[in-house]
C-alpha cells in the first residue's frame, strides 16, 4: 500500500517565477492537506481540499494556489516567487469520516528560491 | 492566533533512559492534539493522539500526559532507543478550525547510545 507520495523531491527556482507541486494521497484518502515548513520551524497549515474544493486556508496569500483532481491527487501552485518560499512543502492526505482524522504526510518537496 | 510552543528545543538522553518532551499551548479552546516525529530528510510520522476529555494515553513505549489547567501537553518515551533520535511536534487543533491542524517549533532530540 503506497503512501502519500510529492514531486517532485527537490526544486530550485528564482524570484518571480512559479512553480507547481503534486501529490498523490494515501490509498483509499480523498482528503488533501497542503503545509508549509521554513527550516527549523513546524508546519504550517496552508489549506486543504476535499472534493475538489478549496475547504479550508490557513494564512498564506493569493499567490498560493491549489486544485484537487477526481483521482484525489492535489497540486500547489505558487506564482511570483519570493526568497521567503524557501521551505519544505509537505502534503498530507487522510479520510474524511467526520471529527478529526489522522493525516499522513509524505516526505516533502525542498524549493528553494534563489 | 493559535500559539503552540515547545519548552525545549533541544534534549538529548542516554540510550535506554527515559525522555520527556514538553509543549505548551495558548488556545483553551484546543480539544486535540497529536504528537509527531520528524526524522531528516522526511515528512512527519503521526506518534499519537490525545483528546481533551482524556488527560493520558499510552501506546508502545510512549505516553501523552494533558493538562488543561496549564494548557500543557508531554510526550514521554520509554526506554529511549538511537532510532528515536528526531524532531518531535505537538500539533493541535478544536472544533473550529479541525481541518487545520497548529504545529510547535519542534524539539530535536538525541539519543546517546
Known amino acids: 500500500d503506497a503512501g502519500v507520495t510529492q514531486s517532485p523531491t527537490h526544486l530550485i527556482k528564482t524570484r518571480g517565477q512559479q512553480v507547481t507541486l503534486r501529490c498523490s494521497p494515501k490509498?483509499?484518502?480523498?482528503?488533501v492537506s497542503w503545509y508549509q515548513q521554513a527550516l527549523g520551524q513546524g508546519p504550517q497549515f496552508i489549506f486543504q481540499?476535499?472534493?475538489?474544493?478549496?475547504?479550508q486556508r490557513g494564512n498564506f496569500p493569493d499567490r498560493f494556489s491549489g486544485h484537487q483532481f477526481p483521482n484525489y491527487s492535489s497540486e500547489l501552485n505558487v506564482n511570483a516567487l519570493l526568497l521567503g518560499d524557501s521551505a519544505l512543502y509537505l502534503c498530507?492526505?487522510?479520510?474524511?469520516?467526520?471529527?478529526?482524522?489522522?493525516?499522513?504526510f509524505g516526505p516533502g518537496t525542498r524549493l528553494t528560491v534563489l | 492566533g493559535e500559539s503552540v510552543g515547545l519548552h525545549l528545543p533541544t534534549l538529548s538522553v542516554q540510550e535506554g533512559d527515559n525522555s520527556i518532551i514538553n509543549c505548551a499551548y495558548s488556545?483553551?479552546?484546543?480539544?486535540?492534539f497529536i504528537w509527531y516525529k520528524q526524522e531528516s530528510g522526511k515528512g512527519p510520522q503521526f506518534i499519537i493522539d490525545?483528546?481533551?476529555?482524556?488527560d493520558k494515553r499510552q501506546g508502545q513505549r510512549v505516553t501523552v500526559l494533558l493538562n488543561k489547567t496549564v494548557k500543557h501537553l508531554s510526550l514521554q518515551i520509554a526506554a529511549t532507543q538511537p532510532g528515536d533520535s528526531a524532531v518531535y511536534f505537538c500539533?493541535?487543533?478544536?472544533?473550529?478550525?479541525?481541518?487545520?491542524?497548529?504545529f510547535g517549533t519542534g524539539t530535536s532530540l538525541t539519543v546517546i547510545p
Open positions: 500539533a493541535e487543533t478544536n472544533w473550529v478550525t479541525g481541518n487545520q491542524f497548529y
Open positions: 490525545i483528546r481533551s476529555n482524556m
Open positions: 481540499y476535499y472534493e475538489e474544493e478549496e475547504r
Open positions: 488556545n483553551s479552546a484546543s480539544d486535540y
Open positions: 490509498s483509499g484518502h480523498d482528503t
Open positions: 498530507a492526505s487522510s479520510l474524511a469520516r467526520g471529527g478529526y482524522n489522522e493525516q499522513f
